[in-house]
T-cell receptor, first 116, second 114 residues
Framework: GAVVSQHPSRVICKSGTSVKIECRSL??????MFWYRQFPKQSLMLMAT?????????EQGVEKDKFLINHASLTLSTLTVTSAHPEDSSFYIC????????????FGEGSWLTVV | GDSVTQMEGPVTLSEEAFLTINCTYT??????LFWYVQYPGEGLQLLLK?????DKGSNKGFEATYRKETTSFHLEKGSVQVSDSAVYFC?????????????FGTGTRLQVTL
């Protein structure tokens, strides 16, 4: 079946550095991907909608300059957390829509980011 | 705005016990409702869904009925197995037809023991 893969699954970075998380659709083309964030004991919160070949659409309250999203191909979207701070430590998960299966949404495994 | 409230976990059950995970929602219009499951180390997987009132979604022995009058979509299974141990997320999509933007609950961790 369709698979969405994220990398890395866990990353630790120093405060002030940038970290990139990749989201790949492995056997289908995804024109639309979504990025979510989850803090402990809270809901998955949609951060942005990533559209291939165009700028991402960010949800209210999400800093677009801090969370850079690039969807340069139909199988890859990347989330870059710039100048990371400890409060950015969270679980980030992406999803992709597969049009051929009635727009079914497939999720990646998620990425744990720890900023120290 | 739209919101989903589900019971806090963790829920610990013995194998073959009956499972209920409560989920209620607030939304304008007529949302589609979903249950997703996340097994350890894996991405969220769609478990079941219902797109209109009184619909019952079912899969792998799990069931949930879309109750418009109580704005609920409780997840049930008659006899859980150790392999059902996972985190379960209730979600809604207010869009018609396609499940695009999803609003999630906080997730409920289920631990099934022998």
């Amino acid at each position: 079946g369709a698979v969405v893969s994220q990398h890395p699954s866990r990353v630790i970075c120093k405060s002030g550095t940038s970290v990139k998380i990749e989201c790949r659709s492995l056997d289908f083309q995804a024109t639309t991907m979504f990025w979510y964030r989850q803090f402990p004991k809270q809901s998955l919160m949609l951060m942005a909608t990533s559209n291939e070949g165009s700028k991402a659409t960010y949800e209210q309250g999400v800093e677009k300059d801090k969370f850079l999203i690039n969807h340069a191909s139909l199988t890859l979207s990347t989330l870059t957390v710039t100048s990371a701070h400890p409060e950015d430590s969270s679980f980030y998960i992406c999803s992709a829509i597969q049009p051929r299966s009635g727009n079914t949404i497939y999720f990646g495994e998620g990425s744990w980011l720890t900023v120290v | 705005g739209d919101s989903v409230t589900q019971m806090e976990g963790p829920v610990t059950l013995s194998e073959e016990a009956f499972l209920t995970i409560n989920c209620t929602y607030t939304a304008t219009g007529y949302p589609s409702l979903f249950w997703y499951v996340q097994y350890p180390g894996e991405g969220l997987q769609l478990l079941l869904k219902a797109t209109k009132a009184d619909d019952k979604g079912s899969n792998k022995g799990f069931e949930a009925t879309y109750r418009k009058e109580t704005t609920s979509f409780h997840l049930e299974k008659g006899s859980v197995q150790v392999s059902d141990s996972a985190v379960y997320f209730c979600a809604l999509s207010a869009g018609t037809g396609t499940a695009s933007k999803l609003t999630f609950g906080t997730g409920t961790r289920l631990q099934v023991t022998l």
